[in-house]
């Protein structure tokens, strides 16, 4: 099993940055993929960001490119999501999710999830 755990939701004005982390535990030893999703009001889920767990490979939804950065602190087994120049349309429930293979922009590849934080960006 693997836990995730997500921090650093909140409240920004369009234009500014947030920083989301997501803790893993547990089995980390298997994960392959760790990745960022997204859900908006009345929307579905959507691919955000992802990071081969080693860091070798990124990988980012084209609405996100050059404003979000994804990257893995090894020391702390936790992913972090670095999200500039935020726009009202990026608000939604983040969510990580670990998969030990698949495809990483699949919601379906990916058996752990984390609860969710709120990013809610203000025009």
């Known amino acids: 099993q693997v836990q995730l755990v997500e921090s650093g939701g909140g409240l920004v004005q369009a234009g500014g940055s947030l920083r989301l982390s997501c803790a893993a535990s547990?089995?980390?030893?298997?994960?392959?993929?760790m990745t960022w999703f997204r859900q908006a009001p009345g929307k579905e889920r959507e691919f955000v960001a992802g990071?081969?767990?080693?860091?070798?490979?990124?990988y980012y939804a084209d609405s996100v490119t050059g404003r979000f950065t994804i990257s893995r602190d090894n020391a702390e087994n936790t992913v972090n999501l670095q999200m500039n120049s935020l726009k009202p349309e990026d608000t939604a429930v983040y969510s990580c999710?670990?998969?030990?293979?698949?495809?990483?922009?699949?919601?379906?590849?990916?058996?752990?999830w984390g609860q969710g934080t709120q990013v809610t960006v203000s025009s």
């Open positions: 547990g089995r980390t030893f298997t994960i392959f993929y």
């Open positions: 999710a670990a998969t030990s293979g698949g495809s990483v922009r699949y919601q379906g590849s990916y058996g752990y």
């Open positions: 990071i081969r767990w080693n860091g070798a490979s990124t």
